[in-house]
Structures are given as structure tokens and as C-alpha cells.
């Protein structure tokens, strides 16, 4: 399976941005998926995941209230809603997918750089 995050891009504290990641190769509406983030000299933390049903979902403290995963399995397409963006969520943005219902995501995607300027 291929992940593709896409959407990253430049832009204004206070702005919005939404990331998208595309899968290819198997369908991924029986797994768990989520997103990472990567800044520059720190380790990868988690952002948000959501259940393969999508009938819950989990966020990062520090971007509770101002980020929305989601995801659409008939496009096989998971979503990151970013609003209310501060320079602090300047990363490179990974989404990545557990095929085994474990929590422990095999599958990663190429990453998409967000930048926030302040």
C-alpha cells in the first residue's frame, strides 16, 4: 500500500490549512489511521488518529479543539482539518495506517510540510 500526504503549504498564524492522504493498493476502510507531525530537531509526536468506523477519534492535546481528522472510505482519502494554526504546528505532516488493529501503524506516508509563519 502507498500512503500520499498532501497538502501542506505556507501559511498565516491564525490560518487554515487540510491535509489529505490518498491511499493506493488496498483499501483502508478496515484500519485504523492517523496523522504524525515531525519538527525541525524534535521527535515525531502524534497529532490525531480515528478508528476504521469512524466512530471515534483521538487528538493531541495540543491541537484539541483546532484539528479535525477524518476520513472518507469510498475515496480511500483520510482528512486533517487544521484551523486556528500557530507557528508551534510548523512540521512536516505524516499520515500513516494500522493494519492490524493494534495501534501500531505500518504504513507511513511520504510527509508534507507545514509551515506557519507568525
Known amino acids: 500500500v502507498q500512503l500520499q500526504a498532501s497538502g501542506g503549504g505556507l501559511v498565516q498564524a491564525g490560518g487554515s490549512l487540510r491535509l489529505s492522504c490518498a491511499a493506493s493498493?488496498?483499501?483502508?476502510?478496515?484500519?485504523?489511521m492517523g496523522w504524525f507531525r515531525q519538527a525541525p530537531g524534535k521527535e515525531r509526536e502524534f497529532v490525531a488518529s480515528?478508528?476504521?468506523?469512524?466512530?471515534?477519534?483521538f487528538y493531541a492535546d495540543s491541537v484539541k479543539g483546532r484539528f479535525t481528522i477524518s476520513r472518507d472510505n469510498t475515496k480511500n482519502t483520510m482528512y486533517l482539518q487544521m484551523n486556528s494554526l500557530k507557528p508551534e504546528d510548523t512540521a512536516v505532516y505524516y499520515c500513516?495506517?494500522?493494519?492490524?488493529?493494534?495501534?501500531?501503524?505500518?504504513?507511513w506516508g511520504q510527509g508534507t510540510q507545514v509551515t506557519v509563519s507568525s
Open positions: 480515528t478508528i476504521w468506523s469512524s466512530t471515534s477519534t
Open positions: 493498493g488496498r483499501t483502508l476502510s478496515r484500519y485504523n
Open positions: 500513516a495506517a494500522d493494519p492490524t488493529s493494534t495501534w501500531k501503524y505500518a504504513w
